[in-house]
């Protein structure tokens, strides 16, 4: 095994002994009630952040409470995490190629485990709940995102790796860019200025999905027209004609009912314009669809009666705009006004 590999092995299991020190996991809650967010943070033997308070809200919806000494997983996690650490420093100072894979080999299938482990304990602490809570909504669940955000009633659920989770992550990608190098050379002759170039370009482009998996697809969401509510005035959306959609850079959506409350949302300041990745609009002609609003022809009249008496609507073509006028007389918007 190439020198500068076994010595990135053993630097990994170094990192991974670190893990324990630092949270693995972040799910981070976010409401009007809690405009500075709740935490709960995921330790590998310890759950902590705002524990207390979220099994108080959990307690009113009939979700269980949490509790570290319910989770079995505490209890050998910082055990395998160890295990992991000296297995990779065993690695490299041993310095055998079958020693890498195997150690790799193992930890990518612990890492799989334990993203199925979790999961299944979200899937069951948002799925089986209290028939008689204070709090019930028929058909409705409560499973935070694995990875990304989701809406819960007024609650933003936000999931992503936390310091711990990420020292795991790239310990994981380093180990996998060394043993793909040591593979290339069992086959090949390559010289190590090449080789070097592969690791971190491979490097590079991990990290990268790594990164856009944790924020989350970014784009429209689609607006469940009698189920999504509007972010702002809290209605249920339901005329797909005049709903709207900001994502922030973070991949957040935040829905609304009418272009009206978008607009008002923002001159709130709960999200900030420097925030915002795309705003979309609904296509009056086109059942809804959401699209770009920049890239929209918009009309203001009277006649609409939108749900929020913004009576704002998009078009996708300067002749459905028209079309339209034939029937809802008004006056043509830019989108760059609506903004100002």
């Not at 041993?94 to 304990?121: E, H, P, S």
């Not at 694995?146 to 994981?172: C, D, E, H, R, T």
């Not at 690791?199 to 189920?227: D, E, H, R």
């Not at 009666?305 to 043509?332: I, V, W, Y």
Request: charged share 15%.
């Amino acid at each position: 095994m190439l020198g500068i590999n076994r010595l990135l092995l053993i630097l990994c299991g170094i990192a991974l002994l670190l893990v324990n020190y630092f949270p693995i996991w972040l799910i981070q809650l976010t409401a009007p009630q809690y405009p500075e967010g709740l935490e709960l943070l995921i330790y590998s033997d310890k759950l902590a952040g705002n524990v207390d308070i979220i099994n108080g809200l959990n307690h009113y919806i009939g979700m269980k409470t949490l509790h570290t000494d319910d989770f079995v997983e505490f209890t050998i996690l910082p055990y395998l995490i160890i295990f992991f650490a000296f297995a990779f420093i065993g690695a490299g100072i041993w310095g055998k190629r079958f020693a890498g894979y195997t150690v790799l080999g193992l930890f990518a299938l612990f890492g799989i485990l334990a993203m199925v482990d979790f999961w299944k304990w979200e899937y069951d602490y948002g799925h089986n709940l209290n028939p008689e809570a204070a709090i019930i909504v028929p058909g409705m669940s409560y499973q935070p995102p694995l990875i990304g955000f989701k809406q819960l009633l007024n609650f933003g659920a936000y999931s992503i790796p936390a310091v711990g989770g990420w020292i795991f992550i790239l310990a994981g990608i380093v180990a996998a860019c060394c043993m793909f190098r040591e593979w290339q050379t069992s086959r090949r002759r390559i010289s190590v200025t090449a080789s070097s170039r592969l690791m971190v370009t491979l490097a590079l482009l991990s990290v990268g999905i790594a990164a856009a998996q944790s924020c989350g697809v970014k784009g429209a969401q689609p607006i469940q027209i009698g189920v999504d509510a509007c972010s702002h005035c809290k209605m249920t959306i339901s005329d797909a004609r005049f709903g709207c959609e900001l994502v922030t850079n973070k991949g957040r959506a935040y829905k609304f009912d009418d272009l009206k409350c978008m607009l008002s949302y923002l001159e709130d300041g709960t999200v900030s314009k420097t925030d915002v990745e795309a705003f979309y609009l609904a296509d009056f002609h086109n059942n809804g669809q959401l699209l770009v609003a920049k890239d929209l022809y918009i009309l203001h009249s009277e006649a609409f009666r939108s749900p929020m008496g913004g009576n704002l609507a998009g078009f996708k073509t300067q002749a459905d705009l028209s079309l339209a006028q034939e029937k809802f007389p008004g006056t043509q918007l830019k989108w760059e006004e609506l903004l100002k």
